[in-house]
């Protein structure tokens, strides 16, 4: 077997152990001689994976029983506009904070559906920061406020989770999502596509308190409401049932690395091993995002020309290391470093940095 350096940026790297367990169970699915993607979604091996990636999604992040977790479709992209249909009605004003690319996605979006107000922006510069707290202005009383955990094209991450007491936190975690603790509660809904943290592409996850959800508008279709799924146990219609298997297998795989503690010295270590092979370049990597806004999940950053970069993806993906190439909208290159990713491909990527520079620099 031949597994090698994955740095995609999503879909992205696997657990070993869960690729392993989902091959084992793939011809006869605990003694059922059908797979799970042969299998009715109400089954009752089904409906079990499906409550139990609920739970371990909750018990992951500590929420109780205000909380649900449904599992939908359409992508984190498909949440842009979800949102607005079930909290902006006529007459609110919803607050954005926008750091990058997927951001503002989310709030064309909501444009399209009711009053927007941007909260804060840091387009100027390059999407290199997140914002201060005296560069944030919320209007009165907004539907909520959302905002980007991690940026994942220009590699910006809120070092903290910012709090803004009573107002409805709305997050798009898709990047980031389980990568670290963070205050569950303090949030109305959480959103993230599994493809980069969690899971496979295919399913979504959304995690949402309840007593917001009670406020959500009635007149969207019921295909668009979250209160259709969490009333139906994201089995309204028929879900993506390999996706949530294997992000429930992802998400014991979590709790068996001591939880998002245990995740997140991980990460961090990871992270770091990246890093300094850019702080001790003498400036020849130069990262995109300023250092308090770094990301531990995407690590983003340029070489004095473009011909470098092209062949500094060319030299690593010889040397066993793939998905470096940045984003097509920013170029350069960008590393991401999920979950899943072991030390040892951060500490390859950090010598074949140390290498490319002596030949290179
Ligand atoms: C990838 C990504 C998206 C888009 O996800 P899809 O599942 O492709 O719709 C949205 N937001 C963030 C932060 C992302 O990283």
């Excluded at 793939?26 to 001689?33: F, H, P, S, T, V």
């Excluded at 951001?103 to 009053?115: D, R, Y």
């Excluded at 599994?194 to 996850?205: D, E, M, R, S, W």
């Amino acid at each position: 077997m031949n597994r090698i350096h994955n740095f995609n940026a999503g879909p992205a790297v696997l657990p070993l152990p869960v690729l392993e367990q989902a091959q084992a169970e793939m011809l006869d699915y605990q003694g059922r001689g059908m797979s799970i993607l042969e299998m009715s979604h109400r089954s009752k091996e089904y409906e079990a994976i499906n409550a139990e990636a609920e739970s371990r999604l909750k018990g992951l992040l500590g929420l109780g029983d205000d909380y649900r977790v449904l599992f939908l479709q359409g992508g984190a992209s498909l949440q842009f506009a979800m949102l607005p249909l079930n909290f902006l009605p006529a007459g609110a004003t919803a607050n954005y904070i926008v750091t990058g690319a997927w951001g503002e996605k989310a709030v064309e979006e909501g444009q399209k559906l009711g009053a927007v107000h941007m909260a804060a922006s840091t387009v100027e510069g390059g999407f290199r920061r997140v914002p201060t707290p005296g560069e944030i202005s919320l209007s009165d009383s907004p539907a909520y406020l959302h905002f980007t955990s991690n940026e994942t094209i220009q590699g910006v991450q809120w070092p903290q989770l910012p709090d803004f007491g009573a107002v409805p936190l709305v997050c798009d975690m898709s990047s980031d999502i389980l990568s670290r603790p963070f205050a569950a509660e303090k949030f109305a809904l959480i959103y993230a596509g599994a493809q980069k943290n969690i899971g496979p592409a295919g399913a979504t996850v959304v995690i949402v308190r309840q007593s917001w959800l009670e406020t959500a508008r009635k007149d969207a279709p019921a295909i668009l409401r979250y209160a259709t799924f969490a009333k139906n146990n994201s089995l309204y219609n028929t879900p993506p049932v390999f996706a949530v298997y294997l992000t429930n297998l992802v998400l014991g795989w979590i709790d068996a690395q001591g939880g998002l503690a245990g995740i997140a010295a991980a990460n961090e270590r990871k992270a770091s091993t990246v890093y300094h092979a850019i702080d001790r370049s003498s400036g020849f990597y130069r990262g995109h995002a300023e250092v308090g806004s770094r990301s531990q999940m995407n690590v983003t950053f340029r070489l004095p020309e473009e011909g470098l970069e092209k062949q500094f993806v060319a030299e690593a993906q010889a040397a066993g290391m793939v998905g470096l190439a940045g984003h097509r909208s920013v170029g350069g290159i960008r590393a991401s470093l999920y979950n899943a990713l072991p030390q040892a491909a951060a500490d390859a990527l950090a010598s074949f940095m140390d290498e490319f520079l002596r030949k290179n620099g």
